[in-house]
């Protein structure tokens, strides 16, 4: 059964940082494309960032133009599991963070209905 866990949320203050971790089991990470997405209250899920393989030794990672330069998503295929530094955090980065895959090679756009197996999410609350 496939299965991801994220980790790693909680309450930091603006301009703070935290590191998110989603772990997946009965997938390997390795082939297809995993992204970070959040929802705040009241608004649609966001597609934040999206690492691709482009070949067997070369990933792209795509972010949303509101992280650029802030957050940095990685992957650890022995661990099987993906993480995403988030610095500088500002009080609008404030969601609920999840993780999910295509099952294919590509980010799809960030279309949240095409991606699959979504964790339960971790919160991050950036609050003075």
């Known amino acids: 059964q496939v299965q991801f866990v994220e980790s790693g949320g909680g309450l930091v203050q603006p301009g703070g940082s935290l590191r998110l971790s989603c772990a997946a089991s009965?997938?390997?990470?390795?082939?297809?494309?995993i992204a970070w997405f959040r929802q705040a209250p009241g608004k649609e899920r966001e597609g934040v960032s999206c690492?691709?393989?482009?070949?067997?030794?070369?990933?792209?990672?795509d972010y949303v133009d509101s992280v650029k330069g802030r957050f940095t998503m990685s992957r650890d295929n022995a661990k099987n599991t993906v993480y995403l530094q988030m610095n500088s955090l500002k009080p609008e980065d404030t969601a609920v963070y999840y993780c999910?895959?295509?099952?294919?090679?590509?980010?799809?756009?960030?279309?949240?209905?095409?991606?699959?197996?979504w964790g339960q999410g971790t919160q991050v609350t950036v609050s003075s």
């Open positions: 009965g997938f390997t990470l390795d082939y297809d494309a």
């Open positions: 690492i691709r393989r482009g070949s067997a030794i070369i990933y792209y990672i």
């Open positions: 999910a895959t295509t099952l294919t090679r590509t980010c799809a756009g960030f279309s949240p209905g095409l991606y699959h197996y």
